[in-house]
């Protein structure tokens, strides 16, 4: 059904429902943790588990470990630090009171990592592709907007805030993509599985080096909560898990893009969960989302 340069399709939806998943187990843990300390649980519970997928895939493919080239490094940091950096824009965004514009600038991410891809790693891209991320982007902004959020549009902080946290996610996407495509001598499986791991490694290295500078006693929280932690942890690297074998297996842009039915997940959690009724805005909004998602999988 699917060829192995199609797989990404069936890996990124997977990952997308595995980020619902992780989202709503973080949020849960926000208010004991801080916002800091369930972002952190993302990494230090995620470390462990993907030293465990890729100990695994080693044991299927029959790979063999070596230390990366120099080449991987830069991309890998860019990748875990500018997740990390875009995480804390988000989270300055969740405190504004124009949330929602900000939330709408943030889904500007496809489209920026179609831009960084082809500056950076030269990702190639037809047009229909690129239309099909612009129709898809205006989907997912048209159902993120909420009446009267248009008042905010022309305030320059949410739009900063916004756009900058966007390009940092792109960032991120591309910086983990170069790294990927820069592991010699291995599977795709296994080079998404090395990256994965030596990036959750430095991303749980530097915020937990930070909450022991700045709030301790998060850290001896987030083990006290080791129980629910350890889930969401689990839950966080699987979902990482397929977006790098997805990383691995086609442009940053296409992937970004075909995870925004994310949306679509929430919106049927809240239509069944919540019974919450969904507006002729809200299904324009997600009429855009699954034409753009078509054309890119059809192209």
Known sequence: MFTIASLWIPFTIVAALGQVAR?????????????????????LFG??????????????????????????WPWLLLGALSQIVAT????????????????????????????FGFVFLGDHLTWLKVLAIMIATVGVVITALRPGGDKS?????????????????????????????????VSFVTAASIT?????????????????????????????????????GFIGAFASQFWFLAFALTAAANVRTLALIEVLFAQAVAYYSFKQPIAPREL??????VLGVAVLVGA
Not at 29 to 43: D, H, S, Y
Not at 47 to 65: E, K, Q, Y
Not at 173 to 184: K, L, Q
């Open 153 to 185: 549009f022309a305030e320059l902080k949410p739009t900063i805030t916004g756009l900058v946290a966007a390009a940092a996610f792109a960032l991120s996407a591309v910086g983990f993509r170069g790294a990927i495509i820069n592991v010699p001598d």
């Open 23 to 43: 989202n709503a187990m973080q949020r849960s843990l926000t208010k004991p943790l801080g916002t800091w300390g369930a972002t952190n649980i993302r990494f």
């Open 284 to 289: 324009a909004g997600i009429a855009l989302i």
């Open 47 to 72: 470390f462990p588990f993907s030293l465990l997928f890729l100990g695994l895939v080693l044991l299927a493919t029959g790979d063999h470990l070596s230390p990366p080239p120099a080449v991987f």
């Open 196 to 232: 994965l791991a030596l990036g959750l490694f430095v991303q749980t290295l530097v915020l937990t080096m930070y909450l022991l500078w700045r709030a301790p006693d998060v850290l001896r929280g987030i083990l006290r909560l080791w129980r629910p932690s350890m889930l969401a």
């Open 88 to 115: 804390g824009l988000m989270l300055l965004a969740m405190n504004d009171r124009s949330f929602v514009v900000t939330t709408a600038y943030l889904k500007t991410e496809a489209i920026q990592t179609a831009i």
